[in-house]
């Protein structure tokens, strides 16, 4: 998929096996400046797709001239409510390079990460992230449904969006994420 967000041209493409360094490097350096980071987030990137491969739903990297500018992962989750359990996707981390910043990579790559999932036949995505960002693909705040993750989190960065319309109906419970997602 090309993107022309301004300039240079950035293309997106599925994670492919020898991009683990590059990946890496490209959320260290998205996160490096970000306050409320730990800046652990590629440990958990390197957890989460080398450690089990089979959490990864979707991982996008995107490139300007060949070279590794973002990077997107979606991994499964499910909203469990006693014995029943919905399956979701959890997206985290998103990453664009601090050069390449507010250029509309991470637009794409969030807009190309959904329309992936969707076509996988994935039902829903949730995001812990950023406050206002998230709304301008569909996302809803969580709040609008009886969902709750397991951590304390501010209402204003929770997201939620149906990959299906009605996907949520009569969905309740709390988010449980792939394991590694929380230990960092
Ligand atoms: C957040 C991030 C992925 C956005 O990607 P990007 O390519 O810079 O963003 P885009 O150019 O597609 O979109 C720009 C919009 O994002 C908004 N945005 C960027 N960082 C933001 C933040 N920390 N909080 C809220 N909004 C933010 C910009 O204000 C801009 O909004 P506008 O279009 O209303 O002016 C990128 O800035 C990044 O990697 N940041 C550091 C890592 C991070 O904080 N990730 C959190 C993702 S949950």
Known sequence: VKHGVGSPLICIRDERRGDEFAISS???????DVAYSDHREHQMVDRLRLGNPSHTAVSLLAEA???????VLLTHAVIRDGPKSVPT???APLSVVPELQDRGVGSALV????????ALGH???LVVGIPRFYDRFGFKPLSCYPITIPFAAPAAICWMMELKPGALDDVRGQ????????DH
Do not use: F, I
């Open 26 to 32: 490209v959320v260290q350096r998205a996160y490096a």
């Open 65 to 71: 001239q060949s070279h590794a500018v973002g990077h």
């Open 89 to 91: 996707l959890a997206l």
């Open 111 to 118: 807009r190309a990460a959904c329309a992936k999932a969707t």
């Open 123 to 125: 039902s829903s995505v």
């Open 175 to 182: 988010v449980q994420y792939a394991p590694g997602w929380l």
